[in-house]
């Protein structure tokens, strides 16, 4: 399949009210947020749908404002199948958020990796039964949705002391589509062959990069975007969507240099996340040029 880009052609909240198509289609959230719909089903991965984090870092070093505004309330959010958390930060597993997106789907299953099932109850407050967790190598399928999950490193490689990975990416297979979600991650050995063996169609990876300030205050990196577009290069993947970037000041990169970057690449195909835009999926054969945008 290959992605399009086109203009929204509704406001989110009207978009995420309808029920989801057989088409396959993303709306970005902001951060490392998306709405994955295909096949008559609809996804949800890491939405922070609130200011949480900035009154649990209020007259801290890094106080967390939002640089971008709430896309839509998550109670907005409507006939959700799967709700996915790559990991236990608040940006991604957000008690600001899931309880009113969960209640508002009451048959939505949510994911999360196994070593936070427990934040994962509370911070959602859901009843077990709607809890699905899973570790890095494990594939399953549910309302029709295929997820593989794999390991990510937010600045390393970490397992609890029950050896689960403490963070997760997952492979996500929707109306034929396969769609890659890295979670927060850094480059590390063998992730190359890892993730080419998942045969995606489209990345999504973080590109605010790291560094040792940010490291030495409790607040882990993640890829570069020339590191982005090396993984999906090295791993097959034909187009990826760079997002992670633009919410809080101290965790970002200007928007102009992944555009710049996305300007200069053509394989893989990049373009930087916007929320007022979504991206559709063709047939190769229904493409007639190549890039993002359309006229």
Request: hydrophobic share 45%; proline share 7%; charged share 20%.
């Amino acid at each position: 399949m290959h992605f399009v880009e086109h203009p929204l052609p509704a406001p989110l909240p009207q978009l995420l009210a309808e029920p989801p198509g057989e088409a396959v289609r993303l709306l970005w959230l902001g951060q490392a947020g998306f709405v994955i719909d295909g096949g008559g089903r609809r996804v949800v991965i890491d939405p922070y749908l609130s200011d949480s984090l900035a009154g649990k870092y209020r007259g801290t070093l890094y106080p967390h404002h939002r640089m971008m505004p709430v896309p839509v309330r998550p109670g907005e959010i409507r006939h959700v199948d799967m709700v996915l958390a790559t990991h236990h930060h608040s940006d991604h597993l957000d008690p600001g958020t899931l309880p009113a997106l969960m209640a508002a789907n009451p048959e939505a299953l949510l994911v999360a990796p196994e070593a936070a099932r427990g934040l994962a109850l509370d911070r959602s407050g859901i009843a077990p039964a709607r809890l699905a967790t899973t570790d890095a190598g494990r594939t399953f399928t549910a309302k029709d949705i295929g997820i593989t999950a794999v390991r990510a490193a937010h600045e390393e490689l970490e397992r609890d002391a029950a050896g689960r990975h403490l963070y997760l990416g997952y492979a996500v297979r929707i109306g034929g589509a396969v769609i890659l979600h890295s979670g927060d991650t850094v480059p590390f050995a063998g992730q190359v062959e890892e993730v080419a063996r998942l045969q995606a169609d489209l990345a999504l990876l973080p590109v605010n990069g790291r560094d040792a300030e940010r490291k030495a205050n409790g607040v882990p990196g993640n890829m570069a975007v020339g590191e982005a577009l090396d993984l999906a290069r090295q791993a097959g993947i034909a187009q990826m969507i760079a997002h992670h970037f633009g919410l809080f000041a101290f965790n970002t990169v200007p928007r102009a240099a992944v555009e710049a970057a996305a300007r200069e690449s053509t394989a893989p195909l990049l373009v930087a996340a916007r929320a007022d835009r979504v991206y559709l999926a063709y047939s190769p054969s229904r493409i007639a040029g190549q890039g993002w945008s359309v006229g």
